[in-house]
């Protein structure tokens, strides 16, 4: 029983939508819920990333790309997203998020 419930853990963070399944998704399916959210449109957080990767050195990670990490960014700025919500859609620890949002963060004001 002891090993079971202390050493046989299993992670709570399992689903397979991952941030930029669901970011994928409502690119393609649900323009006006998107722009409710990141308060622009496609265009002009495609043009943002390609911005801040190319100029400002944003970069992407193994497990994350830049779009990822600026959506993210916006989500929790728009929106006032606590960070348990972010872990919840992004399926990542709040410490990764943190840092990732520094990053975007950081990027934007001291370019």
């Known amino acids: 029983?002891?090993?079971?419930?202390?050493?046989?853990?299993?992670?709570?963070m399992v689903s397979y939508n991952t941030y930029m399944i669901w970011l994928t998704k409502?690119?393609?399916?649900?323009?006006?819920r998107y722009v409710h959210m990141f308060r622009?449109?496609?265009?002009?957080?495609?043009?943002?990333?390609?911005?801040l990767e190319t100029q400002y050195g944003l970069?992407?990670?193994r497990m994350i790309n830049v779009?990822?990490?600026?959506?993210?960014?916006?989500?929790?700025?728009?929106?006032?997203?606590?960070?348990?919500?972010?872990?919840?859609r992004s399926q990542n620890l709040g410490k990764t998020i943190c840092r990732y949002s520094n990053k975007v963060l950081k990027t934007i004001f001291c370019s």
Request: charged share 25%; hydrophobic share 40%.
């Open 1 to 12: 029983m002891y090993y079971v419930n202390y050493m046989h853990k299993r992670s709570c």
């Open 26 to 32: 409502l690119l393609k399916r649900h323009w006006k």
């Open 40 to 51: 622009m449109n496609k265009i002009t957080l495609m043009s943002m990333c390609y911005d």
């Open 59 to 61: 970069k992407p990670l």
């Open 67 to 88: 779009i990822e990490k600026v959506a993210m960014f916006f989500y929790i700025i728009t929106l006032s997203a606590s960070n348990k919500k972010v872990q919840e």
